[in-house]
């Protein structure tokens, strides 16, 4: 992320996205009834009310809309901004009218706040110290292998396959089975791995990863160079990714990546919950309490519930977050795109790790 100007006396900042992970931080930071201003096209008509509808033609512009919602388009990586125009030329005549912008990597736009809450700041700045590529993985066993892309919002899961091996008292028949099993995950590998040149590592359970890692240095180089790891863990597939997330194996190689400290997060709060020593709590009204004592160690925020509740409950729940920051407490909004996010959702969207207990 570019930062070009940031102005809190103003309220806005004027930042650019460089990458899909831009994307996803401002999906999360710019919130309904923001401003956001930015080049665009609108089509115009035309100032004869004889003219043909033909002639109405569209033209670049400078607009500012105030958000009534987003769209995550991750089919053409943009962001759809659709709002009401509060700024425009006077010759366009359209204040007040609705308008979608669409942004996109490499182009710059001011959002305007009335209120600039630390933790979104915070992200901004982060995001635009960031500077390491997405991590590659494939998780694989002899009955499957995924390949997914870890970024900064989650899981991407590009694509995987079945195959069971034959038994190791068919030696020939599953080494042939091996290879070609082999051929098809480097194939698929290859096709993730080369637009984004991206570290890869390897994990799964057992010898078979330890192969396969062979294999790839054996008949791509190119792949080769770029592997970091490769690491064992219970299970394959998806859920081996999870696991190896979870588990922290992956924690030396992932420091710029924001999902593994969500998940670590969780993993924090579950555990302090299983132990019932009253130091983590969930739900809306009991994190409100906390916060209103000062308890709040770490704020957890599912990211749909930010974006997606009613105006009510978005002020009550920023004012429990100026609240937490005020008594130093840190917030982390977590994405609902992998499992720690949807797990928070379960329990209501809003919990807190406490600095104390609370009865």
Same mark, same amino acid.
Request: proline letters at 4%.
């Given at each position: 992320? @570019?930062?070009?100007r940031?102005d809190?006396?103003?309220?806005?900042? *004027?930042?650019?996205?460089?990458?899909?992970?831009?994307?996803?931080?401002?999906?999360?930071?710019?919130? %309904?009834?923001?401003?956001?201003?930015?080049?665009?096209?609108?089509?115009?008509?035309?100032?004869?009310?004889?003219?043909?509808?033909?002639?109405a033609?569209?033209?670049?512009v400078?607009?500012?809309?105030?958000?009534?919602?987003?769209?995550?388009?991750?089919?053409?990586?943009?962001l759809r901004?659709?709002?009401?125009?509060?700024?425009?030329?006077?010759?366009?005549?359209?204040?007040?009218?609705?308008?979608t912008?669409?942004?996109?990597?490499?182009k710059?736009?001011?959002?305007?706040?009335?209120?600039?809450?630390?933790?979104?700041? !915070?992200?901004? @700045? @982060?995001?635009?110290?960031i500077?390491?590529?997405?991590?590659?993985?494939?998780?694989?066993?002899?009955?499957?292998?995924?390949?997914?892309?870890?970024?900064?919002?989650?899981?991407?899961?590009?694509?995987?396959?079945?195959?069971?091996?034959?038994?190791? #008292?068919?030696?020939?028949?599953r080494? *042939?089975?091996?290879?070609?099993?082999f051929?098809?995950?480097?194939?698929?590998?290859?096709?993730?791995w080369?637009?984004?040149?991206?570290?890869i590592?390897?994990? =799964?359970?057992?010898?078979?990863?330890d192969?396969?890692?062979?294999?790839?240095k054996n %008949?791509? @180089?190119?792949?080769?160079?770029?592997?970091i790891?490769?690491?064992g863990?219970?299970s394959a =597939?998806?859920? =081996?990714i999870?696991?190896?997330?979870?588990?922290?194996?992956?924690?030396?190689? #992932?420091?710029?990546?924001?999902?593994?400290?969500?998940?670590?997060?969780?993993?924090?709060?579950l555990?302090?919950?299983?132990?019932?020593?009253?130091?983590a709590?969930?739900?809306?009204?009991?994190?409100?309490?906390?916060?209103?004592?000062?308890?709040?160690? *770490?704020?957890?925020?599912?990211?749909?519930?930010l974006?997606?509740?009613? !105006?009510?409950?978005?002020?009550?729940?920023? *004012?429990?977050?100026k609240?937490?920051?005020?008594?130093? =407490?840190?917030?982390m909004?977590?994405?609902? %795109?992998?499992?720690?996010?949807?797990k928070l959702?379960?329990?209501?969207?809003?919990?807190?790790?406490?600095?104390?207990? #609370?009865?």
């Open positions: 992320m @570019k930062i070009f940031i809190l006396k103003k309220g806005f900042a *004027k930042v650019m996205p460089e990458s899909l992970d831009d994307l996803w931080h401002l999906y999360n930071i710019i919130l %309904e009834k923001d401003e956001v201003h930015a080049r665009t096209t609108r089509q115009t008509k035309p100032d004869d009310q004889y003219a043909r509808p033909t002639k033609k569209r033209v670049p400078n607009l500012g809309v105030q958000v009534e919602k987003m769209f995550w388009d991750r089919i053409l990586n943009r901004i659709n709002g009401i125009v509060c700024e425009a030329p006077e010759k366009l005549s359209i204040k007040g009218s609705r308008h912008i669409n942004v996109t990597v490499n710059p736009i001011t959002i305007v706040k009335k209120r600039w809450l630390k933790h979104q700041l !915070d992200r901004l @700045k @982060k995001a635009s110290r500077t390491a590529a997405p991590l590659t993985i494939i998780s694989m066993d002899d009955e499957e292998y995924c390949v997914a892309v870890l970024r900064q919002y989650g899981i991407e899961t590009k694509i995987g396959e079945r195959s069971k091996l034959p038994g190791k #008292l068919e030696a020939e028949k080494t *042939k089975a091996k290879q070609l099993f051929k098809r995950a480097l194939k698929s590998l290859r096709e993730t080369v637009p984004l040149h991206s570290p590592v390897i994990i =799964g359970p057992g010898f078979i990863k192969d396969f890692a062979g294999y790839v %008949e791509a @180089k190119d792949v080769a160079a770029s592997i790891g490769v690491k863990v219970n =597939g998806l859920s =081996g999870q696991e190896s997330l979870r588990s922290g194996i992956l924690s030396n190689m #992932l420091e710029h990546v924001r999902v593994a400290d969500e998940m670590n997060a969780m993993e924090k709060f555990a302090r919950l299983g132990k019932g020593k009253n130091n709590t969930y739900g809306f009204s009991d994190v409100e309490k906390a916060a209103n004592y000062g308890a709040v160690e *770490k704020l957890l925020v599912a990211d749909s519930t974006r997606e509740t009613t !105006d009510e409950k978005r002020i009550a729940l920023e *004012k429990i977050m609240t937490v920051e005020e008594a130093r =407490g840190e917030i909004v977590l994405s609902t %795109e992998h499992e720690a996010g949807t959702l379960s329990l209501g969207g809003v919990a807190a790790l406490l600095r104390f207990p #609370l009865l």
